[in-house]
């Protein structure tokens, strides 16, 4: 009998364990775009991962901004959060609301349709170094954005010429147009969601007037590479290529001769593909150091040169 408990007992705090683990915090800054007048902070929360987030109502926003006001009012209430096991990381986000025209207060048109989202994310590690965009979640796993259909909401819909009864879409915007993989959009009558599997530019419009152009790799790699790093030698900046034949959790670090730990580049998951990081070693002294590559189940390591 004994033995069964304990069996019941290990078993229940190994998925403690690994509940815990899974839970990653994740500071939220918000802040709003106005198109010949700047960017604003208009609040900072934090949350964990896994928790439903409702976005905050405000009474104003910053001075010399309020032409937003509707367009934010349209958001407030919505619910937000990241899916559990999402995250390797703690992480920050900037929420930006982004490309609103000073004079209507409505987000400026994108590839000739009418926008009732738009939205950067911007995402940093908690030193505050900007992760390389597009930051992925991982595999399976998404941000999932819920908009509630309220008043304002379809009162500013109707402001951007969108008829409440059209169908709605969410789609990443590209240099090429809209681009729809890795996003999906649950459209119904008191709501609308968009499933987001990696951060950069969303943007929310009537469903008949974003078109798809799904942007394919050329070359996809066949296997995991480091590059020799250029230029090399090198003062004070350098930068470091590596190729991913599909999507990993990647580790690049910078060691010095006696292994000690100078700098983390890139601690997230990057999509399959070739991706560059730049290294400034501005504050370091000249010397040899080694930058290691670990990605799916490889450890890549190459040399590099500071000469100041």
Do not use: C
Not at 61 to 74: E, F, I, R, V
Not at 134 to 148: H, Q
Not at 227 to 232: E, L, V
Request: proline fraction near 3%.
């Amino acid at each position: 009998m004994k033995k069964i408990f304990y069996f019941f007992l290990v078993f229940a705090l190994a998925g403690s364990l690994q509940f815990t683990r899974a839970q990653h915090k994740i500071a939220l800054q918000f802040y709003v775009q106005v198109n010949n007048i700047g960017t604003a902070l208009i609040y900072a929360d934090t949350i964990n991962e896994g928790q439903v987030y409702t976005i905050k109502s405000q009474s104003s926003l910053p001075s010399g901004y309020s032409t937003a006001k509707p367009l934010y009012d349209a958001l407030a209430g919505s619910e937000f959060y990241f899916q559990s096991g999402s995250l390797n990381q703690n992480i920050t986000i900037w929420f930006v609301i982004s490309n609103v025209d000073n004079t209507t207060g409505n987000y400026g048109q994108s590839n000739g349709a009418d926008l009732f989202f738009d939205v950067n994310f911007f995402v940093y590690d908690w030193n505050g170094n900007l992760l390389t965009e597009p930051f992925n979640f991982n595999t399976g796993t998404y941000a999932v954005l819920k908009i509630n259909k309220t008043t304002a909401f379809n009162n500013f819909l109707t402001s951007t010429g969108i008829d409440i009864t059209a169908a709605l879409k969410f789609v990443y915007e590209v240099s090429t147009g809209f681009d729809l993989t890795g996003i999906q959009t649950y459209d119904s009558t008191n709501s609308v969601t968009a499933m987001i599997s990696h951060f950069s530019n969303v943007v929310g419009a009537k469903a008949s007037s974003v078109t798809a152009v799904k942007e394919i790799p050329n070359n996809i790699p066949t296997q995991f590479a480091l590059k020799q790093n250029y230029p090399n030698p090198f003062n004070p900046s350098t930068n470091i290529t590596y190729e991913l034949p599909k999507s990993s959790l990647v580790q690049l670090t910078v060691y010095n001769i006696l292994g000690e730990k100078i700098a983390t580049l890139v601690n997230a998951t990057k999509a399959a593909g070739v991706h560059s990081v730049q290294f400034n070693a501005g504050n370091i002294s000249s010397g040899l150091y080694i930058y290691q590559l670990k990605a799916g189940n490889v450890t890549l390591s190459r040399k590099m040169l500071l000469l100041k």
